[in-house]
């Protein structure tokens, strides 16, 4: 392969790798590496403090400061593009003529510069962002952040266009790529990049249900809450929920429940062991985007996992997932599955479809692959 160098602009700090779209840059960036790549990374730090752990895999690891103020809510541009517009980035990506992968529309703000006009980018595309902002203000409660959110999703869809200007795309999801081809024909699909290399699941049987991720982000707030009112309160099968930042509607409600237990903050560590000893892996969601990588650490890591159609719709993963609509399916599916093996046979099926379809080595083959072409 001859992609030798290659600028990545993360919209954050991608370690640690704790949350879905750093998990992602990260893991990208583990396995370009070990594929020979000399990565400059720039990351925007706002909440996040330097991370050494990046250095050993990068050429060269430069921050920059994320301007975040109020006149940016009122600008033209989305809040999450005008915000990353630093002019010492721009001066670093003309250095060199080496490809530029912009992690998510976030950081695509100098695509249309005229610096840049002869610079082979690529965008990878972490969601259909107005339609994901569109539906965290519909499971949002507080007008103002109802507020901001639709704006920002109005914007974002207007400028959804710039994205023609991208020599390529690399959409998360098979659903996001169909989608983003009508805006840019060079889209492809690269599947996430995610923290398991191998599928591993632990013989024997677990004795609770898993529902994990961060718990401040309203999706997961409200996934929590359904499984919580319409599933566990009517079964004592034992529930634990783990994350970081709870919302204290969702600390009280698990705490009138005996039989669950919510873990707050939790380590990686302890995330990993969680998730293996657990006997199924509940995991609704109201928000049918991307694809979540919670789904794909359980699947590579975890037993059983029961889902609802929303969480899989578009992935190529309903052969591995049970599924259940309404909380009685849900009911009926965490008793049926609470004292079940997990098969060899089941197993086998795991490793066919996610080592052909959700390889990280795989996908950052694809990703040279794509970014060669330009060359």
Known sequence: ????????????????ADYGGVMDVYHKIRHLHALGVKIHLHCFQYHRKPAHELNPLCEEVTYYPRERSIKYIFSNEPFIVATRKNKDLLNSL??????????????????????????????RTHNIEHEYYEQLAEAESNPFSRWYLRREAFKLRRYEPVLQQAYALAAISPKDALYYQTINQHTVFIPPFHPEDVVEVKPGIGNYALYHGNLQIAENHLAAIYLLKHVFSKINYPLIIAGK??????????????????????????????????????????????IKLKLLHALYTGRHCLVNPK?????????????????????TWIEKLSQRTFSETELEKRKAILEDNYSNQKAAIRLMQLLEKGQ
């Open 94 to 123: 003309i250095k060199d003529d080496a490809p530029i992968l912009f992690e998510g529309i976030h950081t695509s703000g100098f695509l249309t510069h005229e610096l840049l006009r002869e610079k082979q980018c690529v965008v």
């Open 1 to 16: 392969m001859n992609l030798s160098k290659l600028h990545i602009v993360s919209f954050d700090i991608p370690f640690p």
């Open 311 to 331: 969480m899989i719709q578009g992935t190529g993963l309903d052969l591995l997932c049970h599924q259940a609509e309404t909380a009685d399916e849900w009911i």
């Open 245 to 290: 930042n709870p919302r204290q509607e969702l600390i009280r409600m698990a705490g009138s429940l005996a039989h669950v237990k919510l873990i707050t903050p939790v380590s990686n560590d302890e995330m990993k062991k969680i998730i293996r000893e657990a006997q199924i892996h509940v995991l609704p969601t109201f928000q049918a985007t991307g």
